[in-house]
């Protein structure tokens, strides 16, 4: 059963920062792709960064220098270092992978396994 558990959500000011985590369990991360999702209330999820199985890293436009996604294959972790966030960033963030991710993008329908997510508050 594949189980993928994120943790390391929580509140900030703005110009703060969180580390987020992926633990995935039933299911390699060797040769998979794997991306973060956001989802705030009353918007549609948006896809925030995605490491494809072949290719580029995508991240979306808005946290381009300020957001790094990364993976631990030995440990099957997924991270995502948010730096400088705004209120704007405040969503509940889900991780995801796909057996076979090709492309540069970050689409949800493309993923095979989700997280239930962890929440970010960004507010002062």
């Known amino acids: 059963q594949v189980q993928l558990v994120e943790s390391g959500g929580g509140s900030v000011q703005p110009g703060g920062s969180l580390r987020l985590s992926c633990a995935v369990s039933?299911?390699?991360?060797?040769?998979?792709?794997l991306g973060w999702f956001r989802q705030a209330p009353g918007k549609e999820r948006e896809g925030v960064s995605c490491?494809?199985?072949?290719?580029?890293?995508y991240y979306v436009d808005s946290v381009k220098g300020r957001f790094t996604i990364s993976r631990d294959n030995a440990k099957n972790t997924i991270y995502l270092q948010m730096n400088d966030l705004e209120p704007e960033d405040a969503a509940v963030y889900y991780c995801?992978?796909?057996?076979?991710?090709?492309?540069?993008?970050?689409?949800?329908?493309?993923?095979?396994?989700w997280g239930k997510g962890t929440p970010v508050i960004v507010s002062s």
């Open positions: 039933g299911f390699s991360l060797d040769n998979s792709g």
């Open positions: 995801a992978v796909a057996r076979n991710l090709i492309g540069y993008g970050c689409s949800g329908y493309l993923m095979d396994y």
């Open positions: 490491i494809p199985s072949e290719g580029r890293t």
